[in-house]
């Protein structure tokens, strides 16, 4: 095993002013699927039909305090360069026709290293974040602390200004388990295609694009390339959003020079109109969350982790069981596995063990037999039976099938080739997948099992339980209705049959 270690600071809350840590963090390793997300479009949509925001001028909330709006550039509040909508754009704009050739990708306002503008339209999403959604985007605020540490430098690898951090914080709510409507996963929200373009692989085993290293540096170099084509960031953004080829057509058809021009056009979806002041408020927000009426916030401890690199395919089961910590943890660490193991076409796989238990890990990391029975099953290719067939009869993919058996062309196989079968591990996917490959039905579920029972595990089998557990087969069989030969799926219930007494007892 080679390792090393990669130890996470946290720099930028020394800055925020936001206070301690809570001891137990609410990791992004709880399942979401998009139920956060849901939850906050619900708030907008109610808000924004119910109008229930305060007005520009209110003072609760806004950070122009004594400045109304205006058509032009109102000059200092503090050491903050406030920029207004006026009526020939965004006053202060990026040296496009009709705007002051000041670069604001790369002008620091008030610690931003965004462009930043105050108008009626950031005035009340500052005011829905602080209102309505206050419950919601306060538990997106607390992993700012936990997430923007390891994304930061990323982006100033890349050259970025590190505040597009925030675009993940609206994207995702960094929850690397998010999955929008429109099925884009992870921190940084991707579609598969998208994705794929800036190098993150998706397969059956595996999805980079919920990895927040990784994501973090495909969106870098995906939003570099739209300020490269665009010249301006809330272009930028808003082609993040909708795609660039409908900005593009927005600017040539409507005329206008920058996104506040294109946002009063009806060329951009109502999700792309609100998208940008957003991200702004968010912004504003997040770095004086107090000043907004955001406190008590549980703020989350950085991520820190060692590596080490474990001949495949590794069960983050025995992993966890190596470093004593539980599997949640385990996968907030390795948040491209789908299923709780290592893809088994990879040989050696580069894990994240919890920072300081790398020579604990050495010690304990033994995989019971259990663990190395739970990533595929083999499969003689018969006359007659495609990708396909296979695809269904076991609960996979064709693409999982390919990348398995390192497969360019389906069309080359033959009958009586092996076949390796991913089938879902550790209680992943269909639970009836392995049941159903070996034409058997899974055992139709009682109300409630009765007494003692035992969950299926990867590997188990009713001769395993039965030995562990003082039975017999035929005993176990008959207790759960079992047929002679049924396959067993992980995750599934068998009940024990009660305990003989002893005579005289």
Same mark, same amino acid.
């Given at each position: 095993?080679?390792?090393?270690?990669?130890?996470?600071?946290?720099?930028?809350?020394?800055?925020?002013?936001?206070?301690?840590?809570?001891?137990?963090?609410?990791?992004?390793?709880?399942?979401?699927?998009?139920?956060?997300?849901?939850?906050?479009?619900?708030?907008?949509?109610?808000?924004?039909?119910?109008?229930?925001?305060?007005?520009?001028?209110?003072?609760?909330?806004?950070?122009?305090?004594?400045?109304?709006?205006?058509?032009?550039?109102?000059?200092?509040?503090?050491?903050?360069?406030?920029?207004?909508?006026?009526?020939?754009?965004?006053?202060?704009?990026?040296?496009?026709?009709?705007?002051?050739?000041?670069?604001?990708?790369?002008?620091?306002?008030?610690?931003?290293?965004?462009?930043?503008?105050?108008?009626?339209?950031?005035?009340?999403?500052?005011?829905?974040?602080?209102?309505?959604?206050?419950?919601?985007?306060?538990?997106?605020?607390?992993?700012?602390?936990?997430?923007?540490?390891?994304?930061?430098?990323?982006?100033?690898?890349?050259?970025?200004?590190?505040?597009?951090?925030?675009?993940?914080?609206?994207?995702?709510?960094?929850?690397?388990?998010?999955?929008?409507?429109?099925?884009?996963?992870?921190?940084?929200?991707?579609?598969?295609?998208?994705?794929?373009?800036?190098?993150?692989?998706?397969?059956?085993?595996?999805?980079?694009?919920?990895?927040?290293?990784?994501?973090?540096?495909?969106?870098?170099?995906?939003?570099?390339?739209?300020?490269?084509?665009?010249?301006?960031?809330?272009?930028?953004?808003?082609?993040?959003?909708?795609?660039?080829?409908?900005?593009?057509?927005?600017?040539?058809?409507?005329?206008?020079?920058?996104?506040?021009?294109?946002?009063?056009?009806?060329?951009?979806?109502?999700?792309?109109?609100?998208?940008?002041?957003?991200?702004?408020?968010?912004?504003?927000?997040?770095?004086?969350?107090?000043?907004?009426?955001?406190?008590?916030?549980?703020?989350?401890?950085?991520?820190?982790?060692?590596?080490?690199?474990?001949?495949?395919?590794?069960?983050?089961?025995?992993?966890?069981?190596?470093?004593?910590?539980?599997?949640?943890?385990?996968?907030?660490?390795?948040?491209?596995?789908?299923?709780?193991?290592?893809?088994?076409?990879?040989?050696?796989?580069?894990?994240?063990?919890?920072?300081?238990?790398?020579?604990?890990?050495?010690?304990?990391?033994?995989?019971?037999?259990?663990?190395?029975?739970?990533?595929?099953?083999?499969?003689?290719?018969? #006359? !007659?039976?495609? $990708?396909?067939?296979? +695809?269904?009869?076991? &609960? =996979?993919? *064709?693409? /999982? %099938?390919?990348?398995? @058996?390192?497969?360019?062309?389906?069309?080359?196989?033959?009958?009586?080739?092996?076949?390796?079968?991913?089938?879902?591990?550790?209680?992943?996917?269909?639970?009836?997948?392995?049941?159903?490959?070996?034409?058997?039905?899974?055992?139709?579920?009682?109300?409630?099992?009765?007494?003692?029972?035992?969950?299926?595990? #990867? !590997?188990?089998? $009713?001769?395993?339980? +039965?030995?562990?557990? &003082? =039975?017999? *087969?035929? /005993? %176990?069989?008959?207790? @759960?209705?079992?047929?002679?030969?049924?396959?067993?799926?992980?995750?599934?219930?068998?009940?024990?049959?009660?305990?003989?007494?002893?005579?005289?007892?």
């Amino acid at each position: 095993m080679r390792a090393s270690t990669i130890v996470m600071a946290v720099g930028w809350l020394a800055a925020s002013g936001t206070g301690g840590f809570a001891q137990q963090p609410d990791p992004a390793s709880v399942p979401d699927e998009g139920s956060e997300l849901a939850a906050m479009e619900a708030v907008e949509t109610a808000a924004f039909a119910a109008k229930d925001w305060p007005g520009p001028d209110s003072s609760a909330y806004s950070p122009l305090e004594g400045l109304g709006h205006t058509d032009r550039a109102r000059g200092l509040r503090g050491d903050m360069l406030v920029y207004e909508l006026g009526s020939g754009g965004l006053l202060g704009g990026h040296g496009r026709p009709g705007a002051a050739a000041v670069d604001l990708g790369r002008i620091r306002l008030n610690g931003f290293d965004i462009p930043m503008v105050i108008n009626p339209a950031v005035e009340q999403y500052m005011s829905l974040l602080s209102g309505s959604g206050q419950k919601m985007f306060s538990r997106w605020l607390a992993r700012t602390t936990r997430y923007y540490p390891i994304m930061r430098p990323v982006l100033r690898k890349h050259g970025l200004p590190e505040d597009l951090v925030t675009v993940a914080l609206i994207e995702s709510g960094l929850k690397y388990s998010a999955r929008s409507q429109a099925q884009a996963v992870g921190p940084w929200q991707f579609v598969e295609r998208t994705g794929r373009a800036y190098g993150l692989k998706s397969d059956f085993w595996l999805d980079e694009r919920r990895d927040f290293i990784k994501a973090t540096d495909a969106a870098a170099r995906h939003l570099k390339d739209l300020y490269d084509r665009f010249g301006d960031w809330y272009l930028a953004w808003a082609a993040y959003n909708t795609g660039e080829t409908r900005v593009a057509r927005a600017l040539a058809r409507t005329g206008a020079h920058d996104y506040w021009g294109i946002r009063e056009s009806s060329m951009l979806a109502e999700e792309t109109k609100r998208y940008v002041p957003k991200i702004i408020a968010a912004a504003l927000i997040t770095k004086n969350p107090e000043r907004y009426g955001f406190t008590g916030i549980a703020w989350q401890p950085p991520l820190a982790w060692d590596e080490v690199e474990v001949p495949g395919p590794v069960n983050l089961k025995a992993a966890a069981r190596a470093t004593g910590v539980d599997l949640a943890a385990m996968q907030e660490l390795n948040p491209e596995l789908r299923y709780w193991c290592t893809p088994p076409y990879m040989t050696h796989y580069r894990l994240r063990i919890p920072q300081g238990s790398l020579e604990r890990f050495r010690k304990r990391y033994k995989p019971k037999a259990r663990d190395q029975q739970v990533t595929y099953s083999r499969h003689l290719l018969k #006359a !007659g039976e495609t $990708l396909s067939h296979l +695809a269904v009869k076991y &609960g =996979t993919s *064709v693409s /999982a %099938l390919l990348a398995a @058996n390192r497969i360019a062309d389906a069309r080359r196989i033959r009958a009586g080739t092996r076949l390796i079968v991913p089938v879902r591990p550790c209680g992943g996917g269909p639970r009836a997948a392995a049941a159903r490959a070996n034409g058997h039905r899974p055992p139709k579920a009682a109300a409630k099992p009765v007494g003692r029972t035992v969950r299926v595990e #990867a !590997g188990d089998t $009713l001769w395993r339980i +039965a030995a562990e557990h &003082g =039975t017999t *087969v035929e /005993a %176990l069989q008959k207790r @759960n209705r079992l047929k002679k030969g049924a396959v067993l799926s992980i995750g599934q219930v068998i009940a024990l049959p009660p305990k003989k007494k002893r005579k005289g007892k």
